[in-house]
């Protein structure tokens, strides 16, 4: 074996192929005409394009995959996971085509690739298995017997499903017909097949999953579990190893079980085997996943194990490196996915363009990621778009960890779910290592209205639109005045006004409402300013979005708070709305035409208080609310500068 092909893309192509490369494999990618500006087809030696944006003609499609692979003379495919990782038709077509396939045996993805067949394979081990109904009478009256006598909830499942798709709990028997039906035609529609099976519904269970690892000279170990109970719609979201739930006593057992069940269908290579533990500490077998897994991190860092490494020696047909009591878990590791999503708003999967890519860095932090800023997040793949991955030597440094690394992620371009995640770390449950499957549902309530952006990062971003207009080139003070600069932000709806009144080129003055503060500059990069605002330094990460630049949005991140404001005076006039805080500002430049309004005289909403000639086009400005003028800060013919307070009115 000499050069390798990933039949993925992503941070699962990234991590395979540094793995790859550092054991000196020569190394092919492989991409869709959306990701050829990829960090995954640079990183690789050669890439070969396999065709359009959908998945279906390219990283689905085997034919172009194959050709890829002769083009590039490979001589062996990893197919990281998802995808075509658990097809075993796949697999045959590779070997057929006398390539290695880095992966198990086609025979035994088949039978573990459906979850009848996969219990079938166990009748004779001792590996316990959720009871339940998988029997070949597939009709409506067989399941309805079926689920009486194992009692209700119960759990409707796809045979060959996958990714949580087509399972349903159904509660009692009225409701049982209906479950079937829609699960077997999401079957049908995701997998091409609407075999069906029941199993009773564990009641608040942990997910527990063992690592298990063979090679082809019938040694087969585990390297021990992981916890992946807090998931979405049955989707892992976040996972740790070791799982608080699981005593050494514990870990022999159900590793003892999964090196069983690998045994059964003759395994090598990675793989999964995924059980259920009930509250009496029972624990049940689901399905085995048979690739690399997404969570493989947690157990590399508590096992200090490369398993991607592991794979290749196994395809190489080198017996594994270490033996069952060589194993030992040090530690623990969390790992969180981060989606491009919005978690306020079901979750939705958010598109567009990644202005700004920071992952977090630290002792005991990694970040498994294939994002570089620029990057645009598409609507063909899966919505996850990194991990973040910590360890430590408890459990409690491996969580401060995670929650700091969330802090410092900064993603600007797309809603993610880092917000969410935030809120699993710090949640009493998570922390004192209690969450179950049932952890969404009970622990998470998505804010009914978007946060307020603090008043913190609506100062900075005034003062950073400020820099952007003012203290540009290579002379910052060229352009220095003295004069305040108002902006007006756009927050879902509600106007806010904030002025910025240069004090030196490193120091402002900021008010915004009846706040005022200062804020001085410490120290800026490109995108990062380190500033001391009334004596307490941070920092805020920042840029510009560089599509929009005639009213650009700027992003800015700092601890929690991840916001994006367009000031709205530089957004096309017939756009502009007037301050609603009463600060009524020049919206362009241009000279004063008429003041129609005098100071101390009341007001009322829509009533015109002057007229501003820009662009050669006359522009009245009208009262925001009835209130009463307080000031006029303009003469006739007085030439304005955008963004120049004319006239405050107050209610
Ligand atoms: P399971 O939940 O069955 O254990 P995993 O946790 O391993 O499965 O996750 C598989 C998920 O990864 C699927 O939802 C799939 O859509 C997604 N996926 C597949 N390929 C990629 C990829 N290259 N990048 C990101 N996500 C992917
Ligand atoms: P998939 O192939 O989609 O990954 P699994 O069988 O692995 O499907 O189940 C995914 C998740 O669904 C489990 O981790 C668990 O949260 C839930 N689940 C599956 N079977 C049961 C069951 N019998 N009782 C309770 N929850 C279950
Ligand atoms: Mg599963």
């Not at 979850?115 to 009256?141: F, I, M, N, R, W």
């Not at 006598?149 to 499942?157: C, E, F, L, N, T």
């Not at 998470?444 to 540009?472: F, I």
């Not at 120091?507 to 605002?533: M, P």
Request: hydrophobic share 40%.
């Amino acid at each position: 074996m000499n050069k390798i092909l990933i039949a993925n893309r992503s941070e699962i192509a990234v991590r395979i192929l540094k793995t790859a490369q550092s054991f000196g494999y020569e190394t092919v990618a492989v991409y869709s005409e959306a990701d050829a500006n990829a960090p995954h087809v640079s990183m690789a030696d050669q890439a070969v394009l396999l065709g359009p944006a959908e998945a279906s003609q390219s990283y689905l499609n085997i034919e172009h995959i194959l050709a890829a692979a002769q083009k590039s003379g490979t001589d062996a495919i990893h197919p990281g996971y998802g995808f075509l990782s658990e097809d075993g038709y796949f697999a045959r077509r590779v070997i057929n085509a006398g390539l290695i396939w880095i992966g198990p045996p086609p025979e035994a993805m088949d039978v573990m690739g459906n979850k009848v067949a996969a219990k079938l394979a166990l009748v004779e081990t001792d590996v316990p298995c959720v009871p339940g109904y998988s029997g070949e009478d597939q009709s409506e009256e067989a399941f309805i017997a079926a689920a009486s006598s194992i009692g209700y909830p119960v759990m409707v499942k796809a045979a060959a499903g996958g990714g949580g798709r087509g399972m349903r709990r159904v509660a009692s028997a009225d409701a049982l017909p209906d479950a079937l039906a829609s699960a077997k035609s999401e079957a049908l529609k995701a997998f091409g097949s609407d075999e069906i099976l029941l199993e009773k519904a564990i009641v608040n269970p942990r997910h527990i999953e063992v690592q298990v690892f063979g090679d082809m000279h019938g040694n087969v170990i585990h390297l021990g579990e992981r916890d992946c109970s807090i998931q979405r719609r049955h989707q892992k979201v976040v996972e740790e190893a070791p799982s608080p739930a699981v005593s050494p006593e514990l870990r022999n057992r159900i590793g003892q079980a999964a090196v069983d069940a690998a045994k059964a269908v003759g395994y090598y290579s990675a793989g999964t085997v995924e059980f259920l533990l009930d509250e009496t500490g029972a624990f049940y077998f689901i399905e085995m996943n048979t690739r690399l897994q997404v969570e493989h991190p947690v157990t590399e860092l508590v096992t200090g194990l490369d398993l991607v490494a592991w794979q290749l020696l196994v395809a190489e047909g080198e017996p594994l490196p270490l033996q069952q009591e060589d194993v030992t878990i040090q530690g623990h590791a969390i790992e969180v996915r981060l989606y491009a999503e919005d978690a306020h708003n079901q979750f939705l999967p958010s598109i567009g363009d990644v202005h700004l890519w920071q992952p977090p860095i630290g002792d005991g932090v990694r970040v498994d990621h294939g994002l570089a800023s620029g990057m645009a997040i598409t609507p063909y793949y899966d919505a996850m778009i990194a991990k973040i991955i910590t360890h430590g030597e408890t459990r409690a440094i491996a969580r401060r960890r995670l929650r700091r690394a969330l802090h410092q992620t900064a993603v600007f371009g797309v809603e993610t779910n880092r917000h969410f995640l935030l809120a699993t770390v710090e949640h009493p449950m998570f922390v004192n290592g209690e969450a179950t499957t049932n952890f969404i549902d009970q622990a998470w309530h998505p804010a009914s209205d978007d946060q307020p952006v603090s008043s913190k990062l609506e100062a900075l971003a005034a003062l950073l639109c400020y820099q952007r207009t003012y203290v540009t080139g290579d002379n910052p003070l060229k352009n220095w005045r003295s004069q305040p600069s108002t902006y007006c932000f756009d927050q879902e709806n509600r106007i806010r006004t904030v002025t910025v009144q240069a004090i030196s080129s490193s120091s402002y003055k900021i008010q915004s409402g009846s706040e005022t503060t200062q804020i001085c500059i410490v120290s800026q990069t490109q995108n990062t300013l380190r500033f001391d605002q009334d004596g307490l330094q941070d920092t805020v990460v920042y840029a510009f979005n560089p599509a929009t630049e005639s009213s650009p949005t700027l992003w800015l991140h700092s601890g929690q708070e991840t916001v994006a404001l367009t000031d709205v005076l530089l957004a096309p006039p017939e756009t502009v709305h007037v301050a609603s805080g009463g600060n009524i500002i020049a919206p362009m430049p241009g000279s004063i035409m008429r003041i129609d309004v005098t100071e101390g005289e009341n007001v009322s909403k829509g009533q015109s208080l002057l007229l501003i000639e820009a662009m050669k086009m006359e522009h009245t400005i009208a009262a925001p609310f009835d209130g009463k003028v307080e000031q006029i800060l303009v003469e006739m013919g007085q030439q304005m500068k955008p963004r120049e307070l004319m006239v405050v009115l107050v209610n």
